[in-house]
């Protein structure tokens, strides 16, 4: 035998060679022995299987192929039997089925329809099976079908959270019948969800990714009666981190005084549920950012932080929360008023003149404005005291204070807030800001901000720094009169 496959191989033929074992090939368990050396690898052990072989029970065959299969594949290349009994061949077939053995009928020929001559076929143009070709036919055509199923994306490229949607395609390597049945999608060789194909042979899912990176998507189509199983190869699906989005910041609705705990807190969400997060808190004091304590399920959550303050004054908060992959968002309390009742008083009156562009309903207006004030705190009171008030006069309307919330004077620098009428109508909200020029150096000269809004709308009517943020020092230097921060009451 090895000197005939020397002779093939040296021919430069690589075709396989169907090596059979003792006894009309009906035995192959000394075919490992006595195998000749193959220089291209490519010997299969061809096996005899007949009902009147002594190798003829399942018993037998458990016992000397399965450990042949492990080494070296197996043909079944003559198969049949003497007798019209379908019995025997079935259970022959269905075994070989079970371990994929391939299987070649004896014989395809016309020469008997007796069943003892295992002559397949009585014509060989019309191929039509004798009573013993029947048995082989119908077993072949009870065969599931081969399919092959391919999976596509809608977006090959998502971000976390994204809704993408898989396809998947099933059809029969045979033509003809569309496969039904199921197809279940897995995601990184984990099942996520199945779907029924539809009468083209397609199922769809959509499937959304808790965490980014690199996914591996296999549509596996479950099979049906008449057609067999198949998998998709496995699609590369590329997730990208998407950042958190963060709620708005909560904090104490009335000023608070200093060395008073600030109580901060808020919400997030991220569309990554893996993702996990940190947050860390700049009080807009100049300290050092701290961290928030973070309590979340599934990448979405709360946060909760408190600090104090130790000097009076208009603070902006902000919160920055991180996911796991480095992105973030941010959210912020823009006024944070502490107070400081000990830190003394403002007042101020005088003229100055107003802008073009202050007054809203027209933009164009511009001249003198008069304006008085003078706000204190009592002594342990909360609420500076807000009489006489703070008044304003221009050339388009009046306004008077109603009643002050809070006032903060940090050094040369006060902001008075409260509410009041606005020609006699209230729901009119207001701060003044001022800077006590003299408390700064010599000739340097008092500036102020009036600012006045609808106090349910926000909607602003007047702005003599109109776009600034409410904690920008003023700059609308006075035509006449003075302004006084003071220490003390």
């Given at each position: 035998?090895?000197?005939?496959?020397?002779a093939v191989?040296?021919?430069?033929?690589?075709?396989?060679?169907?090596?059979?074992?003792?006894?009309?090939?009906?035995?192959?368990?000394?075919?490992?022995?006595?195998?000749?050396?193959?220089?291209?690898?490519n010997?299969?052990?061809?096996?005899?299987?007949?009902?009147?072989?002594?190798?003829?029970?399942?018993?037998?065959?458990?016992?000397?192929?399965?450990?042949?299969?492990?080494?070296?594949?197996?043909?079944?290349?003559?198969?049949?039997?003497?007798?019209?009994?379908?019995?025997?061949?079935?259970?022959?077939?269905?075994?070989?089925?079970?371990?994929?053995?391939?299987y070649?009928a004896?014989?395809?020929?016309?020469?008997?329809?007796d069943?003892?001559?295992?002559a397949?076929?009585?014509?060989?143009?019309?191929?039509?099976?004798?009573?013993?070709?029947?048995?082989?036919?119908?077993?072949?055509?009870?065969?599931?079908?081969?399919?092959?199923?391919?999976?596509?994306?809608?977006?090959?490229?998502?971000?976390?959270?994204?809704?993408?949607?898989?396809?998947?395609?099933?059809?029969?390597?045979?033509?003809?019948?569309v496969?039904?049945?199921?197809?279940?999608?897995?995601?990184?060789?984990?099942?996520?969800?199945s779907?029924s194909?539809?009468?083209?042979?397609?199922?769809?899912?959509?499937?959304?990714?808790?965490?980014?990176?690199?996914?591996s998507?296999?549509?596996?189509?479950?099979?049906?009666?008449?057609?067999?199983?198949?998998?998709?190869?496995?699609?590369?699906?590329?997730?990208a981190?998407?950042?958190?989005?963060?709620?708005?910041?909560?904090?104490?609705?009335?000023p608070?005084?200093?060395?008073?705990?600030?109580?901060?807190?808020?919400?997030?969400?991220?569309?990554?549920?893996?993702?996990?997060?940190?947050?860390?808190?700049?009080?807009?004091?100049?300290?050092?950012?701290?961290?928030?304590?973070?309590?979340?399920?599934l990448?979405?959550?709360?946060?909760?932080?408190?600090?104090?303050?130790?000097?009076?004054?208009?603070y902006?908060?902000?919160?920055?929360?991180?996911?796991?992959?480095?992105?973030?968002?941010?959210?912020?309390?823009?006024?944070?008023?502490?107070?400081?009742?000990?830190?003394?008083?403002?007042?101020?009156?005088?003229?100055?003149?107003?802008?073009?562009?202050?007054?809203?309903?027209?933009?164009?207006?511009?001249?003198?404005a008069?304006?008085?004030?003078?706000?204190?705190?009592?002594?342990?009171?909360?609420?500076?005291?807000?009489?006489?008030?703070?008044?304003?006069?221009?050339?388009?309307?009046?306004?008077?204070?109603?009643?002050?919330?809070?006032?903060?004077v940090?050094?040369?620098?006060?902001?008075?807030?409260?509410?009041?009428?606005?020609?006699?109508?209230?729901?009119?909200?207001?701060?003044?800001?001022?800077?006590?020029?003299?408390?700064?150096?010599?000739?340097?000269?008092?500036?102020?901000?009036?600012?006045?809004?609808?106090?349910?709308?926000?909607?602003?009517?007047?702005?003599?720094?109109?776009?600034?943020?409410d904690?920008?020092?003023?700059v609308?230097?006075?035509?006449?009169?003075?302004?006084?921060?003071?220490?003390?009451?």
């Open positions: 035998m090895q000197t005939l496959l020397n191989r040296a021919t430069g033929a690589t075709n396989v060679v169907a090596l059979g074992g003792v006894g009309y090939a009906t035995y192959l368990t000394r075919w490992l022995q006595y195998r000749p050396t193959d220089p291209v690898n010997l299969i052990a061809a096996w005899h299987v007949y009902n009147f072989n002594i190798c003829n029970s399942a018993s037998c065959w458990d016992a000397m192929v399965p450990q042949l299969m492990a080494l070296a594949p197996v043909l079944v290349t003559e198969t049949g039997m003497d007798a019209c009994d379908a019995t025997w061949w079935n259970a022959l077939l269905d075994w070989l089925d079970a371990r994929q053995i391939g070649l004896w014989t395809w020929n016309r020469w008997s329809t069943c003892s001559s295992r397949l076929v009585t014509d060989y143009y019309a191929a039509t099976p004798t009573q013993y070709g029947s048995i082989y036919k119908t077993h072949l055509a009870s065969l599931p079908t081969d399919t092959a199923t391919t999976v596509s994306s809608s977006a090959p490229r998502s971000v976390e959270g994204q809704a993408v949607t898989f396809t998947a395609t099933v059809s029969s390597r045979a033509g003809g019948d496969p039904s049945g199921s197809v279940a999608f897995a995601v990184d060789s984990t099942d996520a969800v779907a194909l539809d009468p083209a042979g397609v199922a769809t899912a959509t499937l959304t990714f808790p965490d980014d990176g690199a996914h998507i296999v549509a596996r189509y479950l099979g049906a009666p008449r057609f067999a199983p198949s998998a998709s190869a496995p699609l590369a699906q590329q997730v981190n998407a950042a958190p989005t963060a709620g708005p910041l909560a904090g104490p609705s009335d608070v005084a200093v060395s008073a705990q600030v109580a901060l807190s808020g919400a997030f969400t991220d569309p990554g549920t893996a993702d996990t997060h940190t947050a860390i808190v700049d009080s807009g004091d100049g300290t050092a950012a701290t961290p928030a304590t973070v309590t979340e399920t990448g979405s959550g709360t946060i909760s932080a408190s600090h104090a303050y130790g000097v009076a004054g208009v902006r908060v902000t919160v920055t929360i991180a996911d796991d992959d480095g992105a973030s968002a941010q959210t912020t309390l823009e006024a944070l008023v502490v107070f400081d009742p000990a830190a003394g008083s403002a007042r101020g009156a005088g003229w100055f003149s107003s802008p073009a562009g202050a007054y809203v309903s027209d933009t164009t207006a511009a001249g003198r008069f304006f008085g004030f003078l706000a204190r705190y009592q002594k342990d009171g909360a609420v500076p005291f807000a009489q006489p008030g703070f008044r304003l006069k221009t050339d388009r309307f009046a306004f008077d204070s109603t009643a002050y919330d809070w006032l903060v940090t050094g040369a620098k006060a902001q008075l807030h409260g509410s009041g009428r606005v020609n006699g109508n209230a729901g009119y909200a207001f701060l003044v800001s001022a800077i006590d020029g003299d408390r700064i150096g010599k000739d340097v000269p008092d500036r102020l901000r009036i600012k006045i809004w609808d106090a349910a709308s926000g909607a602003v009517l007047y702005d003599t720094q109109a776009g600034d943020p904690g920008a020092d003023p609308r230097v006075l035509g006449g009169g003075s302004l006084v921060v003071g220490q003390g009451p």
